[in-house]
């Protein structure tokens, strides 16, 4: 099945600092997301990205479909920004599923 | 438009006993997802229906497990005579499109002892 690499694993940033996450995605894809996971476990989408760039806020992402990548920019971290950010991915052909990588750690330091 | 839910947000229970989950998906969602996340991993899927029907289990959803969707709105997930290795947060997401964003829930913390 299709596989997802997230990097860093761990990201550690003061309050202000800019950070940019990715996500390695092995097949092609027809659906990627991009999620928050808040310290209780809740699972926030962020962005729905198959393809091209949206931002939202403080928060862009781009999707590079026919590299097989995807990029999260944070802009401006707050603390409130920390947690685990999650790619998840669904491969063309396969079936309806997410499939998601093992995340990024962020933490934001005031 | 009230979000998924699910209920109960926590449950501990003994080794061996039978627990059932509750998933309410957002209305006019026809699709609906049961997922398993482990400590320091990403969710993984386990089994997901449209309407009434289930289309697709995981290998990791072994007998002991059961989901149920029957009248294509809310969702249940029942593990009989559990394990410790089934302490897991169970989290439920639905959507409207075959392919299109998915929505997930708050959660089941699940605690076995």
């Known amino acids: 099945g299709i596989q997802v690499e997230q990097s860093p694993p761990d990201l550690i940033l003061q309050e202000g600092a800019n950070s940019t996450l990715r996500c390695n995605f092995s097949?092609?894809?027809?659906?990627l997301q991009w999620f928050h996971q808040n310290p209780w476990g809740q699972l926030i989408n962020l962005f729905y990205i198959p393809s091209g760039t949206k931002q939202n806020g403080r928060l862009s992402a781009t999707t590079v479909a026919t590299e097989r990548y995807s990029l999260l920019y944070i802009s401006s971290s707050q603390t409130t920004d920390s947690g685990v950010y999650f790619c998840?991915?669904?491969?063309?052909?396969?079936?309806?599923?997410?499939?998601f990588g093992k995340g990024t750690k962020l933490t934001v330091n005031p | 438009d009230t979000g998924v839910s699910q209920d109960p947000r926590h449950k501990i229970t003994k080794r061996g006993q039978n627990v059932t989950f509750r998933c309410d998906p957002i209305?006019?969602?026809?699709?609906l997802y049961w997922y398993r996340q482990t400590l320091g991993q990403g969710p993984e899927f386990l089994t997901y229906?449209?309407?009434?029907?289930?289309?697709?289990k995981s290998r990791l959803l072994s007998d002991r497990f059961s989901a149920e969707r029957p009248k294509g709105s809310f969702s249940t997930l029942e593990i009989q005579r559990t394990e410790q290795g089934d302490s897991a947060m169970y989290l439920c997401a639905s959507s409207l499109e075959v392919v299109g964003r998915k929505f997930f829930g708050p959660g089941t913390r699940l605690t076995v002892l």
């Open positions: 998840a991915v669904e491969s063309q052909g396969g079936s309806e599923k997410l499939v």
């Open positions: 229906f449209q309407n009434e029907a289930q289309l697709e």
């Open positions: 097949d092609s894809v027809n659906n």
């Open positions: 209305s006019e969602h026809n699709r």
